[in-house]
């Protein structure tokens, strides 16, 4: 298996322009989450989804922040518009639902000038 | 949120020496992870563990889990240079939800 593909690896974009992040998760898991890492504040939990469905939304920063899982093989999280503070490493992962074991992308590095 | 404070933050060591990482909180889990995180690439799982008092081995790393299940203990005997890098911990809470609670991340240097 390909293991958790994310793209793109590297965004550099304006503040105020719309950014989309994507991933695929590893075919079979059911459960993806969506993190944002930084120095600052670590590896923060934005959004995860069970079976194609949002359970908990509770860290996305705020309405500019949106996530979608159409169907058990792609996820997106669009930030728009996007600021500089949200320059960060956005990370997908996905698991099964038991045994909650994450396997992360590469990771998406995000810069907001 | 359930917060995990993991200690120390940075540590640089020789290669050959002996270091622990700790990961504690004041609230209970159900299980905990290890995770290590290379440079430009996302964290890996290490270990899980599940019991209170339980202790994993993995080579030249020793898990522990907490009597109480709220901290977490990983022991590196002989540190080598293929080590360094972010070690994570991440606890499972007791409810049905299926998210983990990242600690804030100790940064291991091993210098050759």
């Known amino acids: 298996d390909a293991g958790v593909i994310q793209s793109p690896r590297h965004e550099v974009t304006e503040m105020g322009q719309e950014v989309t992040l994507r991933c695929k998760p590893i075919s079979g898991h059911n459960s993806l989450f969506w993190y944002r890492q930084t120095m600052m504040r670590g590896l923060e939990l934005l959004i995860y989804?069970?079976?194609?469905?949002?359970?908990?939304d509770s860290g996305m920063p705020e309405d500019r922040f949106s996530a979608k899982m159409p169907n058990a093989s792609f996820s997106t999280l669009k930030i728009q518009p996007s600021e500089p503070r949200d320059s960060a490493v956005y990370f997908c992962?996905?698991?099964?639902?038991?045994?909650?074991?994450?396997?992360f992308g590469a990771g998406t590095r995000l810069s907001v000038l | 949120t359930q917060l995990l404070e993991q200690s120390p933050q940075f540590l640089s060591i020789q290669e050959g020496e002996n270091l622990t990482v700790y990961c504690n909180s004041s609230s209970v889990f159900s299980s905990l992870q290890w995770y290590r995180q290379e440079p430009g690439e996302g964290p890996v799982l290490l270990v899980t563990v599940v019991t209170g008092g339980e202790v994993k081995k993995l080579k030249r790393l020793t898990f522990q889990f907490g009597d109480a299940r709220k901290d977490s203990s990983l022991h590196i005997t002989a540190a080598q240079p293929g080590d360094t890098g972010l070690y994570l911990c991440a606890g499972k809470g007791q409810t049905g939800a299926n998210n983990l609670f990242f600690g804030t991340g100790t940064r291991l240097t091993v210098i050759p």
């Open positions: 992962a996905s698991s099964f639902w038991q045994p909650n074991i994450q396997y």
């Open positions: 989804f069970n079976n194609n469905v949002p359970i908990d």
